[in-house]
């Protein structure tokens, strides 16, 4: 079992209720989008509008989410710093909580996740301060261990699933994941 899937049920009831998901659809699997990992949050090309800006920023936040809880899940370190780098409000608390799970059945995540993310909107238009993220992200090698022996957690192995997230620009300046959800293996 992953952090994706130990914190399957809050996500999907906070997803549910606070951004009104849609679930993934089938799409065209013969040209999947090309995977890009969470340590790789660098803009394509110089931004043309603010809605523009807001979506490289949002999406920069969103890997490095990722690239945090895959760090922390190293040792299960639920009170780690880290985690609030790039999350905040509902997603940090979630992350902790699967943190402490972790920590308390002594397990640990090892591997590293995959990210395709895709900002979908990004609102107001003329000044944005929130972002919707979708992705399709891939856990096939990013997953949980028992911290004593090494030995894999559980026989369910990784896989593609829909992620949907919210990044909202903080007081600071910053952009921060405030919620995200994440569907189950094979919804994308």
């Not at 996500?11 to 993934?24: D, N």
Request: glycine residues 6%; contains cysteine; hydrophobic residues 35%.
């Amino acid at each position: 079992m992953n952090p994706l899937r130990t914190a399957h049920h809050a996500l999907v009831i906070t997803a549910t209720l606070a951004l009104g998901l849609t679930a993934c659809s089938s799409g065209d699997t013969t040209n999947p989008p090309p995977s890009t990992t969470a340590a790789s949050p660098a803009p394509s090309s110089t931004p043309t509008s603010p809605a523009e800006t807001a979506k490289q920023h949002a999406i920069a936040a969103y890997l490095g989410m990722w690239q945090d809880v895959a760090a922390v899940a190293k040792t299960s370190d639920w009170q780690s710093e880290r985690l609030a780098h790039n999350a905040t409000a509902d997603a940090l608390s979630v992350l902790s909580r699967a943190m402490y799970a972790d920590h308390l059945n002594g397990l640990v995540t090892t591997g590293q996740p995959i990210n395709n993310p895709e900002a979908t909107s990004a609102e107001p238009a003329s000044k944005p301060t929130t972002v919707l993220i979708s992705d399709c992200g891939d856990s096939t090698n990013w997953l949980k261990h028992r911290a004593d022996n090494g030995q894999l957690a559980d026989n369910e192995a990784g896989g593609r699933r829909h992620m949907e997230a919210e990044v909202k620009l903080a007081v600071d300046g910053s952009w921060k994941v405030t919620r995200f959800a994440v569907q189950g293996i094979g919804t994308c």
